[in-house]
């Protein structure tokens, strides 16, 4: 998981506070979910799809299904990183996620992300919908 994959990342820039750290100084580890969190809706925005609208045309949200962390660097006081994110894959109610938090060129951390997309009511599973699938995509439907 160290090399990134393939494709375009958005990119999200994140400043280390004093509230971010641990009493070394250090990012407290689990800081890193936030702003994988913060960058994924970003991108969204981004794109002009934001989570609010998905919610209100489709009743529908995307949740985390699942995180894999590797932590190789810590991220420290007033350090300045981006939070890389690209998809891996675009399927029936899931998508795959890399983020990763760099510092230059220093990768400090790498997560694989699963969203799952649910009703927002029933919270079952739910098939991703447009526009959403296509902009994400890129990536094949891989489990229909």
Known sequence: MKTPPPG????????????DTDAGGM??????LRWAERARTESL????????LMM???A??????????????????????VVETRVIAVRGVTLLLDQRM?????????????L??????????????????SALGGVPDLAG
Request: some cysteine.
């Open 27 to 32: 990012a407290y580890h689990a800081n890193y």
């Open 116 to 133: 799952a997309c649910i009703d927002r009511d029933a919270q079952r599973p739910k098939r991703i919908p447009e526009p959403w699938r």
């Open 60 to 81: 529908a949200i995307l949740v985390v299904r699942r995180i894999e962390v590797e932590y190789w660097r810590p991220a420290r006081l007033d350090d300045a990183i």
């Open 56 to 58: 209100e045309r489709h």
């Open 8 to 19: 375009k990342a958005h990119h999200f820039p994140i400043r280390v506070y004093f509230e």
């Open 102 to 114: 760099v510092r230059g060129e220093e990768t400090l951390a790498a997560l694989r992300v699963e």
């Open 45 to 52: 925005r981004d794109m002009g799809l934001p989570h609010s």
